[in-house]
């Protein structure tokens, strides 16, 4: 006769319980994890590079001083009809909702918008541009010869248009809004045609 005693039902179905709590757990916080970075759209891409313009506030800024946080960055123009103000509201409004659901996004995340316009963009017209979508918003512009070789780096094309009757003209330009690590390494581009709420839940992918 074995001497051993018998673990009867009543203490196992206990531990069974336990047990499948426990892995349902672990495959939960397995489905939650975040995606590494390297696997992220735009890994290894070369775009990006250092330049040095200057801000609503007519201080000079550098691409390195946006190290230690996630970047947006947008290049447009303020006198644009359509496309810039609805990417830019976009953007702005995505970023709210990611932050409403974490908080530190606010702190994590630091959009900014470069001019393709030098030539009526001053400091202060792009100030009064990026704050009626959010005062979080780094507006920059700079010479013709700064804008060109910031928009070198980052990929941008654009080109002035024809003057208008009135005086006026239009830049044809890329719309691609980019979300950059805090290396400043190309992450992922943020998907304004689809909708703030899907800005939202591209930027809490990536951003930890």
């Not at 792009?126 to 060109?148: M, P, R, Y």
């Not at 928009?151 to 044809?172: K, N, Q």
Request: glycine fraction near 8%; aromatic fraction near 10%; proline fraction near 7%.
């Amino acid at each position: 006769m074995n001497s051993q005693a018998k673990p009867s039902a009543r203490s196992i179905k206990p531990a069974i319980v336990a047990a499948f709590a426990a892995a349902a757990f672990s495959l939960a916080g397995c489905t939650d994890a975040p995606e590494p970075l390297s696997e992220a759209p735009l890994a290894g891409a070369d775009i990006g590079g250092d330049f040095t313009l200057t801000n609503q506030s007519g201080e000079r800024v550098s691409w390195a001083d946006f190290r230690g946080t996630h970047t947006i960055v947008y290049f447009g123009f303020t006198y644009c009809p359509d496309i810039c103000p609805t990417d830019m509201q976009r953007m702005a409004q995505g970023r709210r909702i990611a932050a409403e659901r974490d908080p530190e996004i606010e702190y994590k995340v630091k959009p900014v918008f470069i001019t393709v316009d030098p030539e009526r963009d001053t400091p202060e017209v792009v100030g009064e541009f990026v704050s009626a979508f959010d005062d979080d918003i780094v507006g920059l512009t700079g010479t013709e010869e700064e804008i060109a070789a910031a928009a070198s780096a980052f990929r941008v094309y654009y080109s002035r248009g024809e003057d208008t009757p009135g005086g006026g003209y239009l830049v044809d330009h890329s719309a691609i809004v980019y979300l950059f690590g805090p290396d400043g390494e190309p992450v992922a581009t943020l998907p304004t045609d689809r909708g703030a709420e899907a800005v939202a839940d591209e930027i809490e992918r990536w951003v930890r």
